[in-house]
């Protein structure tokens, strides 16, 4: 990091952010996707004034992190447990759906091969990336909308974290048909999931029950949100280094943990005011930033074009069809097909995966930006049109 010179680069993130969002807004458009332009136009992709660094890299997780606890926070327990069945179901067509369409059309543009060939696993690989969902934007449309906590919203975020789960069991599987030598066993994932789960339960109980005591008695005061946040924190550490679950999934299962308490709408006011003001634009403009298109061709474009569209229609298909047969109607379907549409870290860090086993080409990864760029882009509008 030269200096002080990412002060400058927050000066800029924030302002742009804070520019296009209200640009934005003034045509009716949601705020988080202000942000992602304001990142694209200041990033390589446009103007190039800042760059990605470790240090926005990191202000940006916080951003997600954050995000995802406000949304645990903001969960209806019974809303939760009635949506549970439909939600692993609809997270199962969410993943099952993508990863085949997104293997036969890679296929499609390079050719078929047998199973087990090195074409196949590259084809299989973009199908699992393709299956990877990101809920902290579809989050934050939502909380924008204030449908975050209805049965659709809290499917939809059910699903999503379900989908998570899924995405790094499907992860772990493909890596290790490939033989990377930094796969890791399929039986060691299926035994660490449900033993995070379990063990957050556990121990949630625990630490609901303390801290539902020390609001009783230090009601509305700091120490609460700054306790409760230490928390997600430490759910979040806990859940990828100890258990390879997404840190996300941590912060969002501790705001679930804390969602009953008396005080939770003080605690997630308080979050909120650091996330809205610092972290929550660096996360969405961080995603313009990491856009580029230098090495593009026209072959790698129709590829990515393609990539993009089976990405969004395989999701409305998979989750809004099973949602459909589940008994949603048809408007609530199509809610919940296009709020699993968007893609984010999870996709990122799976892309990034595959380039360290060679499953996937930097080439490659400029479809995956553009699949999370135009998903981030598309489905705050779509919904906010459908809720009209």
Same mark, same amino acid.
């Given at each position: ?153 809290? &499917? ?8 998570d789960v899924l995405g790094i069991i499907l992860l ?76 996300? &999934? ?139």
């Amino acid at each position: 990091m030269d200096g002080v010179h990412y002060l400058l680069d927050l000066a800029i993130i924030l302002f742009a952010a804070k520019l296009f969002s209200t640009i934005g807004k003034k045509f009716g458009v949601p705020e988080v996707v202000g942000e992602i332009i304001a990142g694209l136009v200041i990033g390589s992709a446009v103007l190039g004034v800042v760059k990605e660094s470790d240090f926005l890299s990191i202000m940006a997780e916080l951003g997600v992190i954050m995000l995802m606890f406000e949304a645990g926070l903001g969960t209806n327990l019974q809303e939760l447990k009635s949506s549970g069945v439909k939600a692993t179901l609809i997270a199962c067509a969410g993943v099952i759906i993508p990863l085949i369409l997104g293997t036969i059309l890679f296929m499609s543009f390079y050719g078929f091969d047998s199973f087990g060939s090195e074409r196949f696993m590259k084809g299989i690989f973009l199908g699992t990336i393709m299956s990877a969902t990101s809920v902290s934007i579809t989050v934050a449309a939502l909380k924008e909308l204030g449908k975050l906590s209805s049965t659709v919203g809290t &499917t939809i975020v059910s699903a999503a974290i379900i989908d998570d789960v899924l995405g790094i069991i499907l992860l772990t599987v493909v890596t290790g048909l490939s033989g990377g030598s930094q796969s890791e066993s399929v039986s060691s994932v299926l035994l660490k999931v449900p033993a995070f789960f379990a063990g957050a339960i556990v121990t949630g109980f625990l630490v609901y029950r303390a801290m539902s005591w020390l609001d009783g008695a230090y009601s509305h005061h700091r120490r609460i949100p700054i306790i409760s946040l230490c928390y997600c924190f430490l759910l979040a550490y806990l859940s990828e280094t100890y258990f390879g679950i997404a840190d996300i &999934t941590g912060a969002y299962v501790a705001g679930v943990i804390l969602c009953n308490l008396s005080d939770r709408d003080y605690v997630a006011r308080r979050v909120d005011i650091s996330s809205y003001m610092i972290f929550a634009p660096i996360f969405f403009a961080g995603i313009g930033l990491k856009t580029s298109f230098g090495a593009m061709d026209s072959r790698l474009l129709m590829f990515s074009v393609c990539f993009v569209i089976v990405a969004l229609v395989s999701k409305v298909i998979g989750c809004g069809g099973c949602a459909r047969l589940l008994g949603f109607d048809s408007g609530d379907s199509l809610k919940v097909g296009a709020g699993m549409m968007t893609r984010g870290e999870v996709a990122l860090i799976t892309a990034q995966k595959g380039l360290a086993l060679g499953l996937l080409t930097a080439d490659y990864f400029t479809a995956v930006i553009l699949m999370i760029l135009v998903s981030s882009v598309v489905t705050p509008v779509i919904l906010k049109k459908l809720y009209q």
